[in-house]
Structures are given as C-alpha cells and as structure tokens.
C-alpha cells in the first residue's frame, strides 16, 4: 500500500509540526491549567507520530506479524503488564472516588475525560496481557487491539 505509507508520512510530519507551534503557549500562558492542557495536545501529537511511524513499518514489512519473542521475554512483558494494570485500576478507582465529591461540573468534565483515558489503557493493558499469554498473537490482534481500545473515541 505506497499511498498508504505516503499518507501516513505526511500525517507524521504534521504530527510533528505540532510541538514547534504550541510549546511557546506552553511556555508563555501563565495559568497552568491551559499550559497542562496544551502540553497534553503535544504530547498527543508525539503519540500519533509514533503511531503513524509504526503503521508505516508495518504496511512496509519491517516487522513480521506475528510477536516472535522467546517464552522469558514473553513472560517478562506478561508480568509487567499485569502489574501496571493494577496500577490503572488503583487510578480508576481513585478518579471515581474524586468525581462523587466534585462540585464544579468544569473539574468533573476534565475527571472524566482522565477516567476515560485510564479505563481505555487498563482495557489496552489487559487485552494485551491476554494476548501475551497465548504465544505469537498475530498482528491483526494487535490491530484490533489498537483499533477497540487506543484510537477510537470513547462513547458516551
């Protein structure tokens, strides 16, 4: 798929562009709140960068689809996955606990937006883990992976 990678390219770039046009709002906005917001923005941006970086090496065939990792290097990644998941049910439970006592809808909006962040990385996570636990998950998996739970709007 050339024009796909030709595509994607460009969307890299603009990605990438991004941080050169906001880090000086960042920088200069005194209200930290923006600047939090705006920081969040660029480091989005990295993200879809990388993202985008990544799909070009796949439909390139840079990488094989499946994940040929040997067993320990499996479980490795298994363990630290599983344990940053409680990690993230620790978080979502702490955001929960913090939406029942906020009074401003204005805070509650911006709870909510990291709630739904930290619920769509735990899903991530545990699917991954899921995966992992398997042995060679093919690359469709990781697509549909990424597809559910990391690049599609939550709804609601």
């Known amino acids: 798929m050339p024009e796909l990678i030709e595509l994607l390219k460009e969307q ?10 906001l880090r000086p709002v960042v920088e200069n906005v005194p209200n930290k709140l923006v600047s939090a917001m705006v920081e969040s923005v660029i480091h989005d941006s990295k993200k879809h960068a990388a993202i985008c970086q990544a799909l070009i090496d796949v439909e390139g065939g840079a990488y094989p ?19 940053h998941i409680r990690v993230e049910s620790g978080m979502i439970n702490r955001l929960e606990s913090m939406l029942k006592v906020v009074k401003d809808d204005r805070v509650s909006d911006i709870l909510n937006y990291m709630l739904a962040d930290e619920r769509r990385h735990h899903d991530t996570l545990t699917k991954m883990a899921n995966i992992l636990d398997r042995d060679l998950a093919a690359l469709d998996e ?15």
Not at 12 to 21: D, F, N, P, Y
Not at 65 to 83: F, G, P, S, W
Not at 142 to 156: D, I
């Open 12 to 21: 890299k770039k603009i990605e990438l562009g991004v941080e050169s046009k």
């Open 142 to 156: 990781y697509l549909e992976l990424a597809q559910k739970y990391m690049f599609v709007p939550p709804r609601g």
């Open 65 to 83: 689809v499946k994940l040929d990792v040997d067993m320990a290097t499996a479980n490795r990644m298994t363990q630290a996955i599983k344990q």
